[in-house]
């Protein structure tokens, strides 16, 4: 009884391990394609890395030609500089997208496209950021169309540029937002100003934002009180004052809109010296 129990668990030990090698066998059989496939990805990637480094060593992809569109503000050394180009540079390590932040950076670029044209060129083009106004907040800056002081200027470059009073440095530090569209309404009141007829006669000076959002404008020695809004409105009033005092010749302190555009005093000069008188004018403008 003994030696049959033996001759069987003798038996069930063969089995179990001619199951083991089967599994295995079957195993092999299954990863065998899977094996093949991974050593052929690493000698693939093997041979890409080495013809990568290649291509990162070749002097067939150094950067050759650099084609800039620049800008007056900015000179040509300084775009390359900018944008880390140097004389060995090769074009795949070349960023274009950490290139273009890079020149954005620069406070007169509005715009900026870098582009890459294998297998050694680059191209750069610009837009320089257009100043339309002269914002004075203790020191002056340039403004852009959006109310955005980018640049600090100075008195000698002045030109023709409307300056605009009215708002400080705390102002854009507690609500930029805020400040930039204060800015943009004054500009929006120069660029209605100058398409009056009168504006090439009458020069725009200075614009100033004043307390609870009245707009004033200095013409020559004239001062302009425009009120809050209904800007267009006594614009094109001002223009009729301004004819009216062309041809009785006299000349005018300070001309006062109230909230009715209807409603204007007007302080004359008169030209010759004498005392000034004052007058208003009705819907129609006519004088009163």
Not at 209 to 233: A, C, K, T, Y
Not at 236 to 249: A, M, V
């Amino acid at each position: 009884m003994a030696n049959r129990y033996r001759i069987r668990r003798k038996f069930a030990w063969a089995d179990v391990g001619a199951t083991c090698v089967d599994s295995a066998l079957l195993v092999f059989r299954f990863l065998r394609p899977v094996v093949r496939i991974l050593l052929m990805l690493t000698l693939i990637a093997g041979l890409g890395y080495g013809a990568w480094k290649t291509v990162l060593n070749s002097p067939y992809f150094v950067i050759r030609n650099v084609e800039i569109e620049s800008i007056p503000q900015l000179s040509d050394e300084a775009v390359l500089t900018t944008i880390n180009v140097g004389s060995n540079s090769n074009i795949f390590r070349f960023d274009a997208a950490q290139a273009q932040v890079n020149l954005l950076s620069h406070p007169w670029v509005a715009q900026a496209l870098v582009s890459i044209e294998l297998p050694d060129r680059i191209s750069v083009a610009l837009r320089a950021r257009e100043p339309v106004a002269i914002l004075v907040m203790q020191r002056m800056f340039f403004v852009d169309a959006e109310g955005r002081p980018f640049i600090e200027t100075d008195a000698s470059e002045r030109g023709d540029y409307p300056i605009i009073t009215g708002i400080s440095v705390s102002d854009f530090e507690r609500d930029e937002t805020i400040a930039q569209a204060r800015v943009r309404r004054a500009l929006g009141v120069v660029s209605q100003y100058q398409n009056l007829p009168m504006s090439s006669a009458w020069k725009l000076g200075s614009i100033a934002l004043e307390f609870g959002d009245r707009i004033n404008l200095m013409l020559g020695e004239v001062r302009v009180g425009l009120g809050r809004d209904s800007f267009g409105l006594k614009l094109k009033r001002l223009n009729q004052i301004f004819d009216s005092l062309r041809e009785r010749k006299v000349g005018a302190e300070y001309i006062l809109f109230g909230d009715d555009p209807s409603r204007v005093v007007v302080k004359e000069s008169v030209l010759t010296g004498t005392d000034g008188s004052s007058f208003s004018l009705n819907s129609k403008g006519a004088e009163q």
